[in-house]
Every structure is written in C-alpha cells, then in structure tokens.
C-alpha cells in the first residue's frame, strides 16, 4: 500500500497534475523487479504507506519482527478496508479526546505466510488540517511465547499458550532466551532442574512437550488450547 501526496489541501487536482508520482519508465538493470512480467514496476521508488524489509522500499520499515531470532521479511498486502464515522478510545495512552467530525479509514493488511495481521487507522478531522494514525499488530499463529524478568535478570517467568494440538507433534522444540547471564545457573522451579546460562542463552530451554500418542507419561500439554508457565531462578 502507498500513498501519492501528503500536504497542504489542492482544489481541483486532476490526474495529469500528479501521475508523474504513481508512474515510472526505463527502470536501470540494477533496479530490484517485484513482477516479472511488468519491468516498469519497483517497489524501489514508491512511498509505501507501510514499508517492510526484505520485499518492499529501501526506506527504513514500520515494523520488524523475528522468527526464533530470524527476520521475517512479511509481504503485507489489502485484506479489507471500512470508513468509520467516529474515532477508537483506548485508555492509557495519550489520543485526541475530541471526536466529532471525524472519520477514521480502517485498513486490514495481513500476509498469511508468517501468520501477520497488521490494521492502519487514519482518522481525519473534517474542520483541522490533521490525520491522526496508528497501527494494531496481530500474531495470527497457533503459538505465543512471552517472558518477564526482573530488572537485577534473578527471575524469569515464560508463558506459552497454544491454540490448537498439532498432529505427531514433536518433543524436541525450544525457547532461545537470549537476555539472561550465560555465566550463571538458572533453577526451574517445577523440576528443581538445573541449567546453565549459556546454554539457555545461545542453545534453548525445551518447550512444553505435547501429547503425540507415545509420550503420555511425559507430556505435559493434552488437547487443544493449552499453556504453561515456566519459573526459572538465578542460583549462581
């Protein structure tokens, strides 16, 4: 998604007083192509609205995200957009109050590879020269990992939660917790299990092993939407 022009308001603009900023020719051999069939098109040269990295502008992205400290280079595209009559309150975070005269265009974008759902709101003042955005972030995938530690990294509590059981799921994935001491032990507290920093910090911590028809007296996790919370201890 991009957008054209941003500014000062224009009274009677037609289309020949602006598609010199939608439209390219003669692209350079060197130019990154996003359709083969199309050489004039490059996401290269276009205001993206929204830009990520690996598969859109070379601006800087909007958002950056990994994948068991991978990048994941999303390919956001136009799920579905609504005109809303009105602007969303959320407590807690500072907003314009005043909600009168105002319409807020609501933009889905999602990218079902890496299981992404990101929605744009642009909410525009009918009697001010301002539009005030923001963006929500979704993980639409069968997992969510997320850890609190303390500020002195004593303590440390990791919650998994899971949506759907997987079939022949296998016991052997892991958690990277790369923000704790790797000169140090760490304590699980269910199992008074031992480990070193350095191994949870570069290696993983096992995630809870799932039921998969061989392992019942081992699994931890049985059915659907299922979590577990880990403690772990700095003892050294």
């Not at 830009?51 to 994941?72: M, N, Q, S």
């Not at 301002?130 to 979704?138: C, E, S, T």
């Amino acid at each position: 998604m991009g957008h054209v022009y941003y500014g000062n308001t224009i009274q009677n603009l037609t289309y020949e007083d602006c598609c010199y900023l939608a439209i390219r020719k003669d692209k350079s051999a060197g130019t990154v192509k996003y359709y083969k069939e199309d050489h004039d098109f490059t996401l290269a040269d276009q205001m993206q609205e929204y830009p990520v990295y690996g598969t859109t502008d070379f601006h800087e992205g909007a958002i950056d995200l990994k994948r068991d400290h991978l990048p994941c280079y999303l390919q956001l595209s136009i799920k579905d957009h609504e005109i809303l009559y009105g602007k969303e309150i959320e407590e807690g975070v500072p907003q314009t109050r005043n909600c009168q005269d105002v319409e807020t265009l609501k933009l889905t974008l999602n990218d079902p590879v890496n299981e992404v759902t990101v929605t744009l709101f642009f909410s525009i003042y009918k009697n001010s020269p301002v539009i005030v955005r923001k963006n929500r972030i979704q993980n639409d995938g069968n997992e969510t990992i997320w850890a609190l530690v303390t500020r002195d990294r004593k303590e440390v509590m990791i919650g998994y939660y899971r949506i759907l059981a997987q079939p022949n799921a296998t016991t052997c994935e892991y958690i990277k917790l790369p923000f704790l001491d790797k000169s140090s032990y760490y304590e699980e507290k269910e199992t008074g299990m031992l480990y070193n920093g350095s191994l949870l910090k570069e290696k993983e911590i096992r995630k809870p092993s799932q039921f998969n028809g061989a392992n019942e007296s081992t699994a931890q996790l049985f059915g659907d939407y299922q979590s577990k919370i880990i403690y772990l201890t700095k003892r050294s």
